[in-house]
């Protein structure tokens, strides 16, 4: 069965860190783009991060420099580094499989979130 | 970057109305855009992809189409599970969401 186990949230000072990691099971972590998706209380969702395939990686401009995505190989895992938190970043945390591909057309990689773990809740709060 | 907007915010219906629920895109994706699903307290669930493909399990009664910069969501008999949020996506960037609350 593909699933994905998400871990790691927790309460956090504003300013702190924390580390979340997404163990996948069921399929390669490596061989798929991975990505994380986070939601604020009562708010929509929000991208945050990809890590390609490839091993290159983006983020969205409110996470960049701050947060840093990654992959264990051996473990089959994903993680999400998170520094220099702040009240905004609270919110529960995805991590999702993505299927791509590449459009001709518009010349770039394009993505869809197909397997989503349950979340984990991050809450920055003194 | 791409921005997404989705309209209405709610939808009010009832069991077996259809839903049409609308996502517009800055600019040209071609056909390149998901829809999502998600219930309180639930991760959300894949739909439709590449506009207009249901991915596995989901049921005919959901339906995408468009293209370009106009795309739209049809349910074509509500159930009592489908009251839900819906969002769309195009890489990065996701909608605001539309609510299908019970009228």
């Known amino acids: 069965e593909v699933q994905m186990v998400e871990s790691g949230g927790g309460l956090v000072q504003p300013g702190g860190s924390l580390r979340l990691s997404c163990a996948a099971s069921g399929f390669t972590v490596s061989s798929n783009y991975m990505s994380w998706v986070r939601q604020a209380p009562g708010k929509g969702l929000e991208w945050v991060s990809v890590i390609y395939s490839g091993g290159s990686t983006n983020y969205a401009d409110s996470v960049k420099g701050r947060f840093t995505i990654s992959r264990d190989n051996s473990k089959n895992t994903l993680y999400l580094q998170m520094n220099s938190l702040r009240a905004e970043d609270t919110a529960v945390y995805y991590c999702?499989?993505?299927?791509?591909?590449?459009?001709?057309?518009?010349?770039?990689?394009?993505?869809?979130?197909?397997?989503w773990g349950k979340g984990t809740t991050v809450t920055v709060s003194s | 970057e791409i921005v997404l907007t989705q309209s209405p915010a709610t939808l009010s219906l009832s069991p077996g109305e259809r839903a049409t629920l609308s996502c517009r895109a800055s600019?040209?994706?071609?056909?390149?855009l998901a829809w999502y699903q998600q219930k309180p307290g639930q991760a959300p669930r894949l739909l439709i992809y590449?506009?207009?493909n249901r991915a596995t399990g989901i049921p005919a009664r959901f339906s995408g189409s468009g293209s370009g910069t106009d795309f739209t969501l049809t349910i074509s008999s509500l159930e009592p599970e489908d009251f839900a949020v819906y969002y769309c996506?195009?890489?990065?960037?996701f909608g605001p969401g539309t609510k299908v609350d019970i009228k």
């Open positions: 600019q040209s994706v071609s056909s390149y």
């Open positions: 999702a499989r993505a299927t791509s591909g590449y459009s001709y057309e518009l010349y770039y990689y394009y993505y869809y979130m197909d397997v």
């Open positions: 996506q195009q890489r990065g960037t």
């Open positions: 590449d506009a207009s």
